[in-house]
């Protein structure tokens, strides 16, 4: 039975695997990434500089390898700010009539509601004002017209979007950059005109938007969101998503896109430690989470000529270090995986199977087993039913947990190193296929879907491998007398199973001598191992392969730490954004580190073992 069983299991494995080269191959061939830089920057440093002029700092930056330029639609803030309009409350004005006494009789007419704009430049956006906000009477202030707009509030005046200078487009396009178009989620539904220019201008070459603020353009309607989606999709209009931002309502459009989302990764030169930090961080992102657009914010408060040379100098270092994989170029979407029914199905046998096979494993009962197998199966047939993306990553988690107690536990009944050493790791490996297998799609390529229970990948099987291994101890250790240094060992643990858990995930703090490590390991290797896999987990748990048939139960205590190798490199392969081959050389250097110092750890046992024996043997 448990034969079939397995070899059913195989069966499954091999016939997931195309629909993994299909993830694979849509990673490998997206190799073009970009760098953008936000008009404003370009702007804030020829604004400070009259030696800079707009058209040679582009061709500049062109010629250092940026790639886009991104632009705002204009708001009554910017268009003052450019001399275009004059705008004033009637607060404002009756606070200047105390000084100017030509202000007086204005000061008696005008309405503290709203806002008063004077035009002193008459083009384009600055004609849409009357459509844009509800316009009433025209007054006289010191010889000037003001346009009145009662319903108008300060609020408004850098939120409402009115349209974007097509002047600016010209000279950025002039200069054979991209233009990526930049949207609020405050578009007026009776007004679409900005809308509708984003559609006009896009071509090509700049037909790329990245929504501002917190919220894409519609939300919290979804509805809306559709309808924007789809004229965007209808326009051949890929949308950004931005790293670590959330912004609400990514999901919704991501969907109605088919998932045509390019992921985003912001520097911003003020703030980054050192170029060099700066430059790595860039690299990084773009090898190692498929990250293919890199916004760049310009340095503030430096010379505008020091910031604009900085600027280059960092575009070059990224284009200058990057992997020769990637070329500097229009960021691409990724080609739609398609994985075929049969292997879909087929991943949820082998979750299925893996889970039963583990569960017996571990607990040897066969009623267990068919328990397992019996639930385990219909979660997969509701999964795949339902069509429920939630009941897919509930089983995902499932197998994730469970992979890494399965690889370490069954070393009890094995003898030897190698051979049990690579049999957890090809158990480990027939899990992470079943979970990448199960979550396998653009959306998660792009983390608009992701795994989800990470914390729990890194927290139950430790403790479980920790009760199993002292549960023969369990009696003894209730009805222990508890002293002082006990309370102190656990209060130990606790700090310690405390700063592990802040190592998780993305805010997980590292000293300074663990960066430079890292970075050593990465420049060396390309793809850097975790610490804790080759460092601690693995070849602890080559250790306790060692110390189990001399003492179980050392050997046993060596798997609770030994664990952490096996969920470490589960949990790699949990994180979707990565590329497959990143993760697999990742684990391949752990896995081969971490034998090579377990084999350390083992000399150094027997020669510290043989030095107190002989020493312990000269006392007696």
Not at 104 to 122: C, F, K, L, P, T
């Amino acid at each position: 039975m448990k034969k079939a069983v397995l070899g059913l299991l195989i069966l499954s494995l091999l016939l997931t695997l195309p629909g993994l080269m299909q993830r694979h191959q849509a990673e490998w061939n997206n190799r073009n990434y970009e760098t953008i830089i936000p008009f404003q920057d370009i702007q804030s440093l020829v604004s400070k500089d009259p030696s800079l002029q707009l058209g040679d700092v582009l061709r500049d930056l062109k010629d250092a390898g940026l790639h886009a330029v991104s632009i705002q639609p204009e708001t009554l803030n910017s268009l003052e700010d450019k001399g275009d309009i004059n705008v004033l409350t009637g607060g404002r004005i009756q606070e200047m009539s105390i000084l100017n006494s030509e202000l007086e009789d204005a000061a008696d007419r005008v309405s503290n509601e709203g806002a008063y704009i004077h035009i002193q430049n008459e083009n384009e956006l600055t004609g849409r004002l009357r459509d844009v906000f509800q316009a009433e009477e025209t007054v006289r202030i010191a010889n000037k017209d003001f346009i009145h707009f009662p319903a108008l509030n300060s609020a408004q005046f850098n939120e409402i979007p009115i349209g974007y200078t097509e002047e600016i487009i010209y000279k950025i396009k002039k200069a054979d950059l991209s233009v990526v178009f930049r949207m609020p989620n405050s578009l007026n539904e009776e007004n679409p005109y900005v809308f509708n220019q984003l559609l006009d201008l896009s071509d090509e070459k700049s037909n790329r938007l990245l929504f501002s603020g917190d919220e894409v353009i519609g939300y919290p309607d979804a509805e809306k969101i559709k309808s924007f989606a789809q004229k965007l999709k209808d326009e051949n209009i890929a949308v950004y998503a931005i790293e670590f931002a959330d912004q609400l309502g990514i999901g919704t459009m991501a969907r109605a896109i088919d998932f045509d989302i390019i992921r985003l990764h912001s520097i911003d030169l003020n703030k980054v430690p050192s170029m060099e930090e700066g430059v790595d961080r860039a690299v990084r992102a773009v090898k190692e989470r498929n990250i293919r657009s890199l916004f760049i914010r310009v340095e503030e408060g430096a010379d505008p000529g020091e910031a604009l040379l900085n600027t280059e100098e960092f575009i070059q270092a990224i284009n200058s270090r990057m992997p020769v994989h990637y070329k500097p170029g229009k960021a691409q979407m990724f080609d739609q995986i398609s994985v075929p029914f049969w292997s879909q199905l087929s991943a949820l046998m082998a979750a299925v199977l893996f889970i039963s096979l583990a569960v017996q494993a571990v607990f040897s009962s066969r009623a267990l087993f068919y328990a397992s197998l019996a639930g385990t199966f219909l979660i997969a047939t509701a999964a795949f039913l339902l069509k429920a993306q939630i009941l897919l990553q509930g089983l995902a988690l499932l197998v994730a947990v469970i992979t890494p107690i399965f690889a370490v536990i069954s070393i009890k009944n094995r003898k030897g190193i190698f051979l049990p050493y690579g049999r957890a790791a090809l158990i480990s490996f027939a899990g992470i296929i079943i979970i990448t297998s199960l979550l396998n799609g653009n959306e998660f390529l792009v983390k608009i879907e992701a795994f989800r229970g990470v914390k729990l990948t890194y927290i139950v099987p430790i403790l479980f491998v920790m009760i199993y291994a002292l549960l023969r101890d369990l009696k003894g250790i209730l009805n222990m007398k508890v002293q002082y240094w006990h309370l102190a060992v656990i209060g130990l643990i606790g700090i310690i199973g405390l700063y592990y858990i802040s190592r998780t995930g993305n805010a997980g703090s590292v000293s300074s001598i663990e960066l430079a490590f890292r970075q050593w390991l990465e420049e060396v290797l390309y793809v850097r191992p975790r610490t804790k896999e080759f460092l601690i987990g693995f070849p602890l748990f080559v250790l306790a392969l060692y110390i189990y048939p001399l003492n179980q139960k050392i050997g046993l205590y060596l798997l609770i730490p030994g664990v952490i190798g096996y969920l470490s490199i589960v949990n790699t392969f949990t994180h979707l954004h990565i590329p497959l081959y990143i993760s697999l050389l990742r684990t391949f250097y752990s896995l081969a580190l971490g034998l090579v110092i377990g084999l350390l750890f083992i000399f150094l046992y027997k020669q510290g073992r043989s030095i107190y024996e002989k020493k312990w043997k000269l006392r007696c």
